[in-house]
């Protein structure tokens, strides 16, 4: 029943590493750096956090073989050989669009025409799961396209790219699309239920797996032997730290350091550790360049306890950022503050957004690569301006969570993640309110 299957996909696929390359290393953004994974890796990345998810339920789960995958990466069967959920894999930098996403979807529906056994349903489940992993997210046409299933999956909407698919493989030849194109939109329709997942979400699971996020990251604090006559220029404040357990500092020997950048002495530390700090930091996340940083700005919106300013201030409640560059297409964002600050600051963008992993630290900034540049959120002399893109619906969904989350605490989930992905439907036109109060009082008029 599973001869689609690769049958030399081990239940354990082989270490990430196994190619030379060490694993990339965690560096506490609301994304993990997947863009240094291959295609087969993220592949098995996403196999094995499948494996741990429905493995259990004596399903089982099966990486198809590559170069033929017919539209599904990853395969999850029930026990009796049905067809549960299929996973398609794209760790793109760039976002995934809406012409490839069509593309996608078709090719599997394409399959699943000329093969019903392709998509053999389990009949205990209503449809079968189509998740899209894409670490680099979608575009907003993409993300419609999902979100709105399946009012835009028509035989006629989708002639041009389905032309395009019938063209491109041998196995769709005999196709007529304005004969065929009825029958496998709607019995497509019927048996799959899309969805998607971005770098955000996809981070989250991999964290909530220790074994999976070890075998692919690198997330323990490291120090190079090199840098501890450094370490030792902080180390009254941090050696208590440390005998509390709060910091983990690990020495290892001086090779060249297998992440594209390095961090400088950088220790963890509660709220009260960095209490007597006056040179503390905040390294918020990583992204691609183009990134607006949407989340800290709502978070900033939403917690006027803060004060950003354009250049550096130790004084209380005041921040200024800077942006460091990560690698060819990423930037990392930090935050200069004094300790109490700094700790308040990493404190409440972790409430309120639950998926991120600030890392706050006292002594010398991070050093990435270039001297940064300052980075301004928001203009303060014109509010309005600062709220979403009414057509911005990952920014309308971070002011919605944040604002969630900021006015009741006991929010269950992470709305923005939920909000993203389509699970939960949202008003997003109440992200133009101009307070949190509005905000979700406009959420609770329209459930």
């Not at 032309?163 to 769709?172: G, H, L």
């Amino acid at each position: 029943m599973f001869a689609r299957a690769n049958k030399n996909d081990a239940s354990e696929p082989r270490s990430p590493a196994s190619n030379g390359k060490p694993p990339p290393s965690d560096t506490g953004g609301d994304s993990l750096p997947f863009s240094h994974l291959d295609a087969e890796r993220f592949e098995n990345l996403v196999h094995q956090l499948k494996s741990a998810e429905f493995v259990a339920n004596g399903h089982k789960v099966r990486r198809t073989q590559g170069g033929g995958d017919r539209g599904m990466d990853v395969v999850v069967y029930s026990a009796s050989g049905k067809v549960v959920q299929v996973v398609q894999c794209k760790n793109y930098k760039e976002r995934f669009d809406a012409t490839a996403l069509r593309k996608e979807l078709l090719k599997l529906a394409l399959n699943s025409y000329c093969d019903a056994s392709i998509l053999d349903m389990d009949p205990v489940v209503r449809t079968i799961s189509y998740e899209l992993w894409c670490p680099g997210g979608l575009t907003d046409p993409a993300a419609s396209f999902i979100n709105t299933w399946p009012k835009d999956w028509t035989a006629a909407g989708l002639a041009k790219d389905a032309a395009n698919v019938i063209k491109s493989y041998s196995r769709f030849k005999d196709i007529d699309w304005n004969t065929a194109g009825e029958k496998v939109v709607s019995e497509f329709k019927a048996r799959v239920r899309p969805s998607y997942f971005e770098g955000a979400e996809i981070s989250r699971r991999v964290r909530g797996n220790l074994p999976v996020y070890e075998n692919f990251f690198q997330g323990k604090v490291v120090v190079p032997r090199d840098d501890l006559i450094t370490v030792a220029k902080y180390a009254v404040g941090a050696f208590l730290l440390l005998m509390t357990g709060v910091v983990a500092v690990v020495v290892r020997s001086n090779r060249p350091d297998p992440a594209p950048l390095r961090e400088a002495p950088s220790f963890q530390s509660s709220r009260s550790g960095l209490s007597q700090c006056k040179d503390a930091h905040v390294v918020v996340g990583t992204a691609r360049r183009d990134w607006s940083w949407a989340w800290m700005r709502q978070v900033l919106l939403a917690s006027p306890e803060f004060r950003v300013l354009p250049k550096t201030s130790r004084a209380p409640g005041e921040l200024f950022f800077k942006v460091y560059d990560y690698d060819s297409g990423h930037d990392v964002l930090v935050a200069q503050c004094d300790g109490d600050t700094c700790a308040e600051l990493a404190a409440t963008y972790k409430k309120l957004v639950p998926s991120a992993t600030p890392q706050s630290g006292c002594g010398p900034n991070p050093t990435y690569q270039g001297n940064g540049r300052g980075f301004s959120f928001f203009d303060p002399s014109d509010p309005e301006s600062n709220l979403p893109d009414p057509h911005d619906r990952i920014e309308s969904c971070a002011r919605l969570s944040v604002c969630l989350l900021k006015v009741d605490p006991s929010t269950q989930g992470d709305p923005g993640i939920e909000c993203q992905s389509g699970k939960r439907k949202f008003d997003l036109s109440c992200a133009q309110r101009k307070t949190c109060s509005e905000v979700v009082d406009c959420l609770r008029e329209r459930p």
